[in-house]
């Protein structure tokens, strides 16, 4: 049986977790905006940006994994895991226009998903006793 401390050291570590997965994504996805760049201007652009959609990928199902963390065995809310579930399915959209070559969708896209990770990442975590 756990004790308060140990569930309140428990849903701090959690909620340092799902920060830090939150942080993670939004490198990523600032990084893809540079290899977008680097995509017009060099020769290997198109592999640091393809190489990056499969590492911000990643980061956004760690997101969830980390959001699922916090809510289930953590006792945080369920809220996150929403916002983390709604990013995989922007993550998945992005990855499926930039495959198809739709960049008048994929860039405002992506500008859109890194706002709103960087509003992720500014969003106080819950406050614990």
């Known amino acids: ?3 308060p401390t140990t569930k309140t050291a428990s849903a701090r570590r959690n909620s340092s ?5 939150i942080a993670l994504q939004t490198l990523t996805i600032f990084l893809q905006a540079v290899s977008a760049g680097l995509l017009l201007t060099s020769s290997y652009g198109e592999t640091l940006h393809s190489v990056g959609a499969r590492v911000m990928y990643g ?3 760690l997101y969830v994994l980390a959001a699922v963390l916090a809510w289930k065995p953590g006792g945080g809310p369920a809220r996150p895991v929403l916002h983390a579930s ?5 993550a ?3 990855v499926a226009l930039g495959i198809a070559h739709v960049p008048s969708v994929h ?3 992506g ?12 969003r106080p975590s819950r406050q614990l006793p």
Do not use: K, R
């Open 92 to 94: 998945s959209a992005q």
């Open 86 to 90: 709604g990013f995989l399915v922007l």
């Open 59 to 61: 980061a956004s199902m």
């Open 111 to 122: 500008v859109a998903m890194f706002g709103l990770s960087v509003l992720a990442l500014g």
């Open 17 to 21: 977790l799902l920060q830090a997965a």
């Open 107 to 109: 860039v405002p896209l």
């Open 1 to 3: 049986m756990a004790t």
